[in-house]
């Protein structure tokens, strides 16, 4: 296939899924998220600058970069985009996916006049920076190696009307839920050991999976005891060996695990603490709304969609990398904030879209060895889309086109203009 010929069905396929993202907007608006889309996947980069280069427009540099910059102040902008996506992933979840919660940050150590910057810590280095926090839902799958990006926003703990962290989880958790219902298995690693994490959660009725701390209360056969306690105590009779990649070396870990049955203090839901030793020193605890009996089949399985969560880690990582995202430059909050569902937007396109897709598989193919990667793909191959898809589009540049109109919205059109 004639490289020009895919770039050209590339583009066209963005405006399509552009359109669909934009749903409910304004035509400026729905404009400037197609341009947002190519351009952020065109250019590799966040950066207004660079997607104005690649909208390859016949005017000045900074009349683009200036309308760019106006349209991203859009006060909607950021709801519509994130339930649209939703719309169109909700169809991904099933029963038996995940949905990883993951807060992360954004650092920008040498930023002074970025709205409403305050301390986060460094995922990366662990020291207190300036910067904002993120939260991130990944649907993923055990034993699969493809993932569904559903969610990602920025907050500032100074901004107004910023409430706090679990009032942000559980938003999200809440616009999810919204479009997936009950489906899947919410999975949350250190962090979500909290009862104003756990109550909501279970009032939901969602099915959770979230990592304890050795100082969380729990009630075990009638005595509040806690919880690491309670896991010393517990019989690890099932083992497996996994290996697990440490400080750059692969290093093989004998796990041992088993549960114990219990439930919250004031709370009458009947909960399953799962115990796992081999990751160091004290034992690593999960508590889970699945039940599960002492048998390794029953067990297994949990600790295995524990694992999972530590693949989103390469989704996040991909993020920042991939399109620049902490070398953003944007100064106001509203606009930082509606950045977010619209790189998440491009990340949905190449992992869903473009590589799930069975008519866009061959396109993905070539795309893929556009990309010229020195040590082949990789199982997470989101490296190598990204980097296929901002490779054929520097070779063959051309402005977007713009977002095709819905069924709807055509036949409207078609009315205004017969009644004028």
Not at 72 to 87: F, G, I, K, M
Not at 266 to 273: D, G, Q
Request: hydrophobic share 40%; proline share 5%.
């Amino acid at each position: 296939m004639n490289s020009s010929r895919i770039a050209k069905n590339l583009r066209a396929r963005i405006a399509r899924f552009s359109g669909d993202l934009s749903k409910g907007l304004c035509k400026p608006a729905q404009r400037f998220v197609g341009e947002m889309v190519y351009g952020i996947q065109a250019g590799g980069s966040v950066m207004l600058t660079e997607v104005a280069r690649r909208l390859e427009e016949s005017i000045e540099l900074r009349k683009t970069h200036g309308r760019l910059s106006r349209n991203l102040q859009r006060p909607e902008l950021e709801r519509a985009v994130s339930d649209n996506l939703l719309h169109m992933a909700a169809g991904r979840i099933d029963e038996d996916s995940l949905l990883i919660i993951d807060p992360s940050d954004i650092c920008k150590t040498h930023a002074k006049k970025m709205e409403f910057l305050h301390r986060v810590r460094d995922g990366s280095t662990g020291q207190i920076r300036d910067g904002y926090w993120t939260l991130h839902i990944v649907g993923a799958k055990v034993g699969s190696s493809s993932i569904v990006p559903l969610y990602q926003r920025l907050w500032s703990s100074r901004a107004p009307g910023f409430e706090s962290e679990n009032t942000e989880i559980l938003n999200a958790v809440d616009s999810v839920m919204k479009h997936t219902g009950q489906r899947g298995l919410w999975v949350m690693d250190r962090g979500g050991d909290r009862i104003k994490l756990f109550a909501p959660m279970l009032e939901r009725g969602a099915r959770f999976l979230f990592r304890l701390r050795g100082d969380r209360h729990v009630v075990y056969r009638g005595r509040t005891r806690r919880a690491l306690s309670v896991a010393l105590s517990c019989p690890c009779n099932h083992t497996k060996h996994i290996t697990r990649i440490i400080e750059g070396e692969e290093r093989v870990l004998a796990l041992s695990f088993g549960a114990r049955k219990v439930r919250l203090p004031n709370r009458p839901e009947t909960l399953y603490m799962v115990v796992i030793r081999g990751f160091g020193n004290q034992p690593l605890m999960l508590l889970s709304t699945e039940e599960v009996s002492g048998s390794y089949k029953s067990l297994w399985p949990i600790i295995e969609a524990y694992l999972k969560r530590w693949a989103v880690e390469d989704t996040i990582r991909h993020i920042k990398t991939c399109y620049d995202l902490e070398n953003v430059r944007i100064l106001k909050y509203q606009g930082l904030q509606n950045l977010m569902p619209l790189v998440l937007a491009v990340v949905y396109f190449a992992a869903c879209v473009l590589d799930q897709d069975a008519r866009l598989r061959v396109m993905a193919g070539y795309v893929e060895k556009a990309a010229k990667r020195l040590f082949g793909i990789p199982d997470f191959k989101l490296y190598a889309l990204a980097d296929g898809l901002s490779s054929i589009f520097a070779r063959h540049p051309g402005r977007p086109q713009p977002p095709k109109p819905t069924p709807r919205a055509k036949q409207m059109t078609i009315n205004l203009q017969l009644m004028t």
